[in-house]
């Protein structure tokens, strides 16, 4: 048996263990559309992958939310409650508005100028929020940041500025298997605990069958349109819920913290070093963990999931264990030592992981 139809099995098997035949249906239809010649990146774009895979998994995450949520319409009683309000419908066009980028750039990429998808969004999440200032919390229980807020204009600039650069993060941390599809499980599973709408259940179902795919398979990449979506959802849950009272601003933080830790301290890095600090590059964590794990492991996509599926449940999935087994309330204030936590952690691998580096390669290609 080929090693593709291997794996194929074992996803196949796995999906049908946690999700019955609906699982092993969307498994196939990921693997039909990651045999595509469309969207396709070339072998180590992002710094990891080293074979050609396809950036069309968010496109099949958004088609298996599409039926779920049509199935529900047609089957059961009970609405996938998506648009409940006005303010619901417009939080879900911003949403499709950052998708739709996403897509537009995995089909024809840089066809948008990376300054007009930039300017893009902030106008996307700017109207949102300017019309709807309710989604903007009021405070984060740190004196500086809760006298910003105070006035509207800062508060709204911030709270959009925090939005662009969430999605950033996320598609920066693309590429390593199971790190952006883990935080994201992660992430709604705790909304799909925490609140039980359909729509959430509808996007956990979608995410654990692209984590399965990707983890085994490393065929799939969200591609910027997984990445934009995702991305836009995920920070506009948690900036509502903080909002709304039901959770901790230091608990979303902590949810989501590798991806804000990396983004802010790849900012400082690229600062520091005299780049640009929007110029991408390849001496993310996740690259340099990747770099060694490939180092002491011979099966190069074992060593890709291994990368993002340990960062991913050492940060978001014990945030999720924690919420779960009610070791901290969702709106305490404690959660801001374990984001703490997380960061140092980040500073103390990344230190580590940088003097490994530095002794195998040429160590002024690292900053």
Not at 245 to 260: E, I, K, V
């Amino acid at each position: 048996m080929a090693k593709a139809d291997t794996k194929l099995l074992i996803m196949c098997t796995l999906a049908m263990l946690s999700f019955g035949i609906a699982g092993v249906g969307i498994i196939l239809l990921m693997a039909f559309m990651s045999s595509l010649t469309v969207a396709v990146d070339s072998a180590a774009k992002h710094g990891i992958s080293t074979s050609e895979s396809s950036r069309l998994g968010g496109l099949a995450i958004l088609i298996v939310v599409m039926l779920y949520v049509v199935g529900l319409s047609l089957f059961s009683p009970y609405t996938p409650g998506v648009v409940r309000s006005q303010l619901n419908y417009y939080m879900w066009v911003t949403i499709a508005f950052c998708t739709l980028l996403g897509l537009v750039e995995d089909f024809r990429p840089d066809f948008l100028t990376p300054l007009f998808r930039l300017a893009a969004k902030f106008m996307g999440f700017g109207l949102f929020l300017w019309y709807w200032p309710e989604v903007i919390p009021a405070q984060m229980g740190v004196g500086f940041i809760d006298l910003m807020l105070g006035n509207e204009f800062v508060a709204w600039s911030l709270v959009t500025l925090f939005c662009v650069g969430f999605i950033n993060a996320f598609n920066m941390a693309d590429g390593a298997n199971g790190l952006v599809p883990g935080i994201g499980v992660a992430s709604f599973a705790l909304f799909f605990i925490h609140y039980g709408r359909p729509i959430e259940g509808a996007l956990l179902f979608a995410l654990c069958m692209f984590l399965i795919f990707n983890l085994i398979s490393g065929w799939f990449f969200l591609g910027d349109t997984g990445s934009y979506g995702l991305g836009a959802i995920v920070a506009l849950y948690g900036i509502r819920g903080v909002a709304d009272g039901d959770f901790s601003p230091w608990l979303m933080a902590s949810l989501l913290a590798y991806p804000c830790i990396d983004l802010i301290f790849s900012i400082l890095r690229r600062l520091k070093a005299g780049a640009s600090p929007f110029s991408p590059d390849n001496h993310h964590l996740h690259n340099l963990l990747h770099g060694y794990l490939k180092s002491h492991i011979r099966s190069k996509v074992m060593a890709n999931s291994l990368t993002g599926l340990s960062i991913s449940a050492a940060t978001s999935g014990l945030v999720l264990l924690i919420y779960i087994v009610e070791w901290l309330p969702p709106t305490s204030g404690h959660w801001l030592y374990l984001f703490l936590a997380f960061a140092a952690g980040y500073c103390g691998l990344y230190w580590a992981l940088l003097r490994n580096a530095k002794s195998l390669a040429n160590p002024g290609q690292y900053c």
